[in-house]
């Protein structure tokens, strides 16, 4: 699904750069090697209609290699994807690459500015080549090797995965995914809940807090340090579980940050957490499970390499908050909708989460995600998040 008038001339030093469709100064310009393209008259350059999308220099029949990515993000193994399609397994691997970072594009596009009222924390349990306890002393020295954690920040209004990240369980990687929180939604501070992972209260701080100067005990000497305090607008508590012989057996709560009236009130605001709770990211671990054969325990389809793992996150994300909808975001059409066959009316409109989260007013294809192109403008602000969304590593050998 390629539309011209997203097309844009892709030379910086021309006048018409990133000028869209009629905005710009493109004519249709016949095809090379049986791909349609573009003529700038403002520079002369050529532009090929796939710039800018997962088809740009596809060497592959299209539909095959739509059907490989769907086969990819609901759940398929590399090597079983390559039987599925016929296509050899470094084919397919290149393939992933490619709609990764096509994924990547798209889903950072349309994470911005997300008014987020509710946010669940959590980390998903996974590993890298080998799990810890059978590592080689000599393979403690790759950072990337051995049990890998993938922490989750889901709104449960919508669904929606706010931000991911892969690595081990540090400090640094909770840092990190709260920062990327704040990277994608507005000013408003979200009610905070997760499980008893000692990461977290810092990392919110760090996100959060503000510095307070405490004031000096006494008329003489220094004054204290700096430090963080949460602000009064930071609720944030913590689902505690007691287990016995691995069964939990009592589920209890304890307020972290901010007072219990303000707690109260977001609770009884809350169209989904009636008590502190952390079911929505949980839910989101279990589809994450399903939807990618990475994370399946018991599988030799793990990941042989870290960035692997983050690539096939970026697909399976972007292929369940724009492709799949969710029976539990459904909402009841006012009039019910004639079908095409003789069947009862339609009563229902299926929603994904971006389009319970205000990101689009329709679910996608898989043609359009692959197809989608990125505004230049929107491509050209990134350079402020490359601390915090680095680009996926170049394609190379292992999975």
């Not at 798209?106 to 987020?116: D, F, G």
């Not at 589809?287 to 042989?304: E, G, P, W, Y």
């Not at 989460?353 to 679910?363: E, K, R, W, Y």
Request: proline letters at 6%.
């Amino acid at each position: 699904m390629l539309d011209w008038a997203t097309l844009y001339c892709p030379n910086r030093a021309c006048p018409c750069y990133g000028k869209p469709g009629a905005q710009g100064r493109l004519v249709k310009n016949g095809a090379t090697r049986g791909q349609r393209q573009a003529l700038c008259r403002a520079c002369g350059s050529s532009v090929m209609l796939r710039y800018g999308t997962a088809y740009a220099d596809l060497h592959g029949d299209p539909a095959v290699f739509e059907t490989a990515v769907r086969a990819l993000a609901e759940g398929n193994s590399l090597r079983a994807t390559a039987r599925i399609v016929q296509i050899d397994k470094d084919t397919a691997c290149a393939w992933l690459d490619r709609a990764a970072q096509q994924a990547r594009r798209v889903m950072l596009t349309l994470w911005r500015n997300l008014h987020v009222t509710e946010c669940q924390l959590d980390e998903l349990w996974s590993f890298v080549h080998t799990k810890d306890r059978n590592l080689e002393t000599a393979l403690h020295c790759c950072a990337e090797y051995g049990d890998a954690g993938i922490g989750l920040a889901v709104a449960p209004r919508w669904r929606l995965v706010l931000a991911f990240v892969v690595g081990k369980r540090t400090q640094a990687q909770a840092d990190l995914l709260l920062q990327r929180v704040v990277a994608v939604t507005d000013a408003t501070i979200p009610f905070f809940t997760s499980d008893q992972l000692a990461e977290y209260p810092p990392a919110l701080l760090n996100a959060y807090g503000q510095w307070v100067q405490p004031p000096r005990q006494g008329t003489r000497g220094r004054y204290p340090h700096p430090r963080l305090e949460p602000p009064p607008q930071l609720v944030y508590a913590q689902v505690v579980k007691t287990r016995e012989r691995g069964r939990v057996v009592r589920v209890q709560q304890t307020l972290v940050f901010g007072r219990c009236s303000h707690l109260a009130e977001y609770l009884a605001d809350s169209p989904n957490s009636q008590t502190v709770n952390t079911s929505f990211v949980e839910r989101a671990n279990l589809t994450m499970r399903q939807q990618n054969r990475r994370l399946t325990r018991k599988t030799n389809a793990f990941s042989k390499e870290l960035p692997w793992l983050e690539k096939q996150l970026w697909l399976a994300l972007a292929y369940d908050h724009l492709v799949l909808p969710h029976e539990s975001l459904r909402v009841e059409l006012p009039d019910p909708e004639a079908t095409r066959g003789t069947g009862s009316l339609r009563r229902w409109q299926e929603r994904t989460p971006a389009m319970a989260a205000g990101m689009t007013d329709h679910v996608w294809t898989t043609a359009e995600l692959l197809g989608y192109r990125v505004p230049a403008e929107v491509m050209d602000s990134w350079v402020t998040l490359e601390h915090l969304f680095p680009a996926l590593d170049s394609l190379h050998q292992g999975n």
